[in-house]
């Protein structure tokens, strides 16, 4: 019997998911299929139980439900749990358990793209959800040495720095009200993420000024449709090095497909699979 993949978000336009996993299901042969499932807010539990019954075999969670997911799954591996997100569910033997991929992909994804090396680092990362609390942990579990939170909701930054400092107590986790982002030092920083859902087609810009930082700083945004953002368009055009969401979208899915399937997925087919649908998209 075919066995069912699939992403849980809402809403799921922007999302290049399917054709990425189903490219290569195609190329090993497998019988799979991967497919969406655009939920509503009140609908997450119900769809989990469902899910259950209905044998699926495996799921992506995006936004907005990477952390309210969690309580509804039989069981969360130790490094999602640590991260307090869930983006990725596998059924086993009945069991929903959840992992965590996506702030290894996206650290994955800087390095190769950028060449950074985040040991030593300073980062100003503009979000605090579900994806940003992955690639924060990811980021100074790789040796950054300073991350600055700004989040439209400050709560939620504050909770986010208190979670950090429990794990990285030998590095500093601050956060900033949204204004602020343009009135701390830019010189000092390294690197600039954007993982609030600003950005994304038909949604706002960051209001942040990039034209004081230093050439070498790194401006990286991991929304990745549109592939160039109005931040990471304004960030070239200031002469800083930009990274696109795209690297971090098929890495964190390949380790998915491994965790579903068990089979090492073909990354550079996933790759081109993305960039295919990012134009028919556009
Ligand atoms: N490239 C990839 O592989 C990858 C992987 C994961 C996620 N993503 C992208 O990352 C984005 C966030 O995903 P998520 O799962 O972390 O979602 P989430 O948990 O719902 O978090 C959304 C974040 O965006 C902020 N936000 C939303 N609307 C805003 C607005 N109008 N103004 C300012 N801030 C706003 C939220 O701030 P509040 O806390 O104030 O609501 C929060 O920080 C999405 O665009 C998603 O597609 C990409």
Redesign the pocket.
């Known amino acids: 019997m075919t066995s069912v993949l699939g992403i849980v ?1 809402h809403p799921l336009d ?2 290049v998911s399917v054709p990425m996993h189903m490219s290569a299901i195609f190329t090993l042969g497998i019988d799979y299929v991967y497919m969406s499932f655009d939920i509503l807010p009140g609908n997450v539990a119900h769809a989990v139980v469902q899910f259950k019954k209905e044998h699926i075999k495996g799921f992506n969670v ?6 309210i997911i969690m309580p509804y799954l039989d069981g969360v591996d130790e490094y999602a749990s640590r991260v307090g ?1 869930v ?1 990725t569910v596998n059924n086993e033997n009945g069991r929903l358990k959840g992992y965590n991929t ?1 702030g290894t ?2 650290v994955k994804s800087l390095r190769e793209q950028t060449g950074l090396d985040p040991r030593g680092k300073k980062v100003l990362m ?9 690639v924060a942990f990811s980021l100074l579990e790789a040796g950054v040495q300073t991350i600055i939170i700004a ?3 400050p709560e ?2 504050e909770s986010l720095c208190r979670h950090l400092k429990i794990y990285f107590s030998g590095a500093s986790s601050q956060c900033i009200g ?1 204004p602020d982002i343009n009135t701390i030092d830019h010189k000092a920083i390294n690197l600039v993420i954007n ?6 087609k038909g ?2 810009d ?1 209001d942040i000024d990039l034209t004081d930082f230093e050439n070498d700083t790194v401006v990286s945004d ?4 549109p592939l160039e953002t109005p931040l990471l368009k304004r960030a070239g055009q200031a002469g800083l090095k930009t990274h696109d ?6 890495y ?2 390949a380790e998915s497909f491994r965790i579903w399937t068990g089979v090492q997925p073909p990354v550079d087919v996933m790759r081109q699979a993305v960039l295919r649908a990012l134009q028919e998209h556009h």
């Open positions: 978000g922007h999302s995006t936004i907005p439900y990477k952390e997100a983006n996506d992909g996206y503009i979000g605090a959800g579900g994806a940003a609390k992955a989040n439209r909701t939620r930054a949204m993982t609030t859902s600003l950005g994304m949604a706002g960051i991991i929304v990745y449709n969401g795209a690297g971090m979208l098929v964190q899915g």
